[in-house]
């Protein structure tokens, strides 16, 4: 009861609950927490914890009820995140920044990365030969720290 106390306390309103506002505030998305409404929170509060966790399943009470009016394969599946485009923005909108940080000269003049392999890997990458793009905005993101602290 401590963690979940600390949690609703700290982690949900300074991480969790910051991160949706600024996500959905960027795109002019209003959400709304029907879960943090103080009714609800209150009557979660006042659950026996075997209510709450039951053999290692939580939210237990909450999935007896959805299973009620939800299919049970909306409610039994591993969580999904919120994807990112990074592949379609470095090969659309971002394509000239990540090109002005990958210009070989630049690459080999910083002297942090060997520029042939980071250059074949963007033009495979542009091509749709491979998808590197995890590797790809590491070294962006390096290149673009240097230039703004050069």
């Avoid at 990540?98 to 990458?125: K, N």
Wanted: proline share 5%.
């Amino acid at each position: 009861m401590r963690m979940m106390y600390r949690d609703c306390m700290s982690y949900l309103p300074n991480d969790i609950l910051c991160k949706v506002d600024r996500a959905a505030m960027s795109i002019g998305l209003a959400t709304s927490a029907p879960f943090l409404d103080h009714r609800v929170a209150e009557i979660a509060w006042r659950l026996p914890l075997d209510k709450k966790i039951r053999n290692g399943q939580g939210k237990w009470a909450l999935r007896r009820v959805l299973d009620k009016y939800v299919p049970r394969a909306l409610i039994e599946r591993p969580k999904t995140g919120f994807g990112v485009r990074l592949h379609q923005w470095l090969r659309g909108p971002l394509r000239d920044w990540a090109e002005s940080l990958l210009v070989e000269s630049t690459l080999e003049r910083d002297g942090h990365f060997d520029a042939a392999p980071i250059r074949r890997v963007w033009r495979e990458y542009l091509g749709g030969r491979r998808d590197r793009t995890a590797k790809l905005w590491s070294v962006l993101i390096f290149q673009n720290r240097l230039e703004a602290n050069g």
